[in-house]
C-alpha cells in the first residue's frame, strides 16, 4: 500500500519560513519523480516545485528564488523550503510522487497572514 504523509504546515507570518515533510513508503521511492503542488480555496491545484530521480529541479515562477525543493532517499522523504513567505503562498500543500502511477498525499495546510 503506497503512503505518502506530508507534515510541517502551519501559521506563518509574511516574510517567515516553513520546511513541509512528505515521508513516502510503499514504493521504490529512489526511482520516482516527486514533487508539491498547492491548492489555495477557489483555485485549481497547481505545481510548485518537482524533483526528478537524478535530482534535478523546476520551480513555479511565482516561487524561484524563494522555495526549495530537495529529497532524500535514504530516508524516503522529500521536502520543500519555503522561505519569504507571503500571504498568496497560503494553500494546502499537496505530495505527489510519479512514475508509473500517480500517487498523492492528503495535504498540509500552510497559512500565511498576520
Not at 504546515?9 to 519523480?33: E, K, M, N, W, Y
Not at 518537482?50 to 522555495?67: E, H, L, W
Amino acid at each position: 500500500q503506497v503512503q505518502l504523509v506530508e507534515s510541517g504546515g502551519d501559521l506563518v507570518q509574511p516574510g517567515g519560513s516553513l520546511r513541509l515533510s512528505c515521508a513516502a513508503s510503499g514504493i521504490t521511492f529512489s526511482i520516482h519523480f516527486m514533487a508539491w503542488y498547492r491548492q489555495a480555496p477557489g483555485k485549481q491545484r497547481e505545481l510548485v516545485a518537482r524533483i526528478t530521480s537524478d535530482g534535478s529541479t523546476n520551480y513555479a515562477d511565482s516561487v524561484k528564488g524563494r522555495f526549495t525543493i530537495s529529497r532524500d532517499n535514504a530516508k524516503n522523504t522529500v521536502y520543500l523550503q519555503m522561505n519569504s513567505l507571503k500571504p498568496e503562498d497560503t494553500a494546502v500543500y499537496y505530495c505527489q510522487a510519479l512514475r508509473n502511477n500517480v500517487y498523492w498525499g492528503r495535504g498540509t495546510q500552510v497559512t500565511v497572514s498576520s
